[in-house]
C-alpha cells in the first residue's frame, strides 16, 4: 500500500510515520520506484501496537524499539500472550476500564461477540449482567470475559474448531467452589477482627493478589502437563509403530 493509504488505515500522520522510520522503529518499506514505497500489511499492525504501547503504557520510543526488536525472535504463542498481557493487564488500561456497559448491544459491540455465545454464557453464569431500570448493567469484568470468549475462537480453540465452549461452565464450578472456600477461610479469619474499612482494604489486596497468583499458577501447570502429556503421547506412537 502507499504512505496515504497508511496514514488513513492507521490514523497516524505522514510526519510520525517518517519520524518512526529515522529512529528505527518501523523498518524501511519497500522502493517500487523513484520517490515511491509500498507499505505491507504488516506495517498496519506494528503501527497499532506502537500507538498501544505508548497509550497504555506511557513507554518511551527507546523502550519501544526494544519491545519490538524482541518480539521479531519470540514464537507466534509467545507473541499472542504478550499482546492479550498488554491488553488485559496494564495498570493504565484496567483504570480506564472501570466502566459498565449499558444494553447487550453495546456489549456485543464492544466485546465482538455473538449474540447466540452471550445468551450461553450467561446460562452458564460465566456473564451475569445486572437489570436496572428494565436494562441489563453489565461489568467491566463481564466485558473482559466476552473478550476472551472472543480470542479462544480467533486462536483455533473456539466452537468453529470443534472444541465444546460448554467446558468453560465446568470451570467455571470449580473455580466458584474454590473461591468460596477462599473467602471463607480470609472472612473467617478477620471478620470482626479488624474495622470494616481495613477488612475492605485487605480483601480488594488479596482478591488482585490470588487472582495473579492463579494466572500464573494455572500457565505454569498448563505447560508442565502439556509437556508431560505430549511425552506420553510420542512414547505410545511409538510403542505402536514397534
Do not use: C
Not at 3 to 17: A, D, N, Y
Not at 148 to 162: H, I, L, S, Y
Not at 196 to 216: S, V, W
Amino acid at each position: 500500500m502507499k504512505l496515504r493509504e497508511l496514514i488513513s488505515r492507521t490514523g497516524v500522520s505522514k510526519e510520525t510515520i517518517q519520524f518512526y522510520l529515522r529512529e528505527g522503529v518501523l523498518p524501511k518499506p519497500r522502493k517500487r520506484g523513484k520517490g515511491q514505497a509500498d507499505y505491507g500489511e504488516n506495517y498496519i499492525e506494528i503501527i497499532e501496537l506502537i500507538k498501544d504501547l505508548q497509550e497504555k503504557h506511557f513507554l518511551p520510543l527507546a523502550v519501544i524499539k526494544k519491545i519490538l526488536k524482541r518480539l521479531k525472535k519470540i514464537s507466534p504463542s509467545e507473541e499472542h500472550f504478550f499482546r492479550m498481557q498488554s491488553e488485559f493487564f496494564s495498570p493504565v488500561g484496567y483504570i480506564l476500564a472501570q466502566r459498565e456497559v449499558e444494553g447487550e448491544e453495546q456489549f456485543l459491540d464492544i466485546t465482538g461477540l455473538g449474540r447466540k455465545w452471550l445468551i450461553a454464557a450467561e446460562e452458564w453464569g460465566l456473564v451475569t449482567p445486572e437489570i436496572r431500570s428494565g436494562e441489563k448493567v453489565f461489568s467491566s469484568e463481564d466485558v473482559a470475559i466476552g473478550k476472551v470468549m472472543v480470542e479462544f475462537g480467533r486462536a483455533g480453540t473456539g466452537p468453529e474448531a470443534g472444541f465444546d465452549p460448554e467446558v468453560l461452565r465446568r470451570y467455571k464450578d470449580y473455580l466458584q467452589r474454590m473461591v468460596a472456600d477462599l473467602t471463607m477461610n480470609f472472612t473467617d479469619h478477620l471478620y470482626g477482627k479488624i474495622s470494616e474499612d481495613k477488612f475492605a482494604e485487605k480483601g480488594f489486596r488479596n482478591l488482585n493478589l490470588m487472582g495473579i497468583f492463579l494466572f500464573f499458577l494455572f500457565r505454569k501447570l498448563a505447560q508442565n502437563d502439556t509437556r508431560e502429556y505430549i511425552n506420553q503421547l510420542e512414547k505410545q506412537t511409538k510403542g505402536d509403530e514397534k
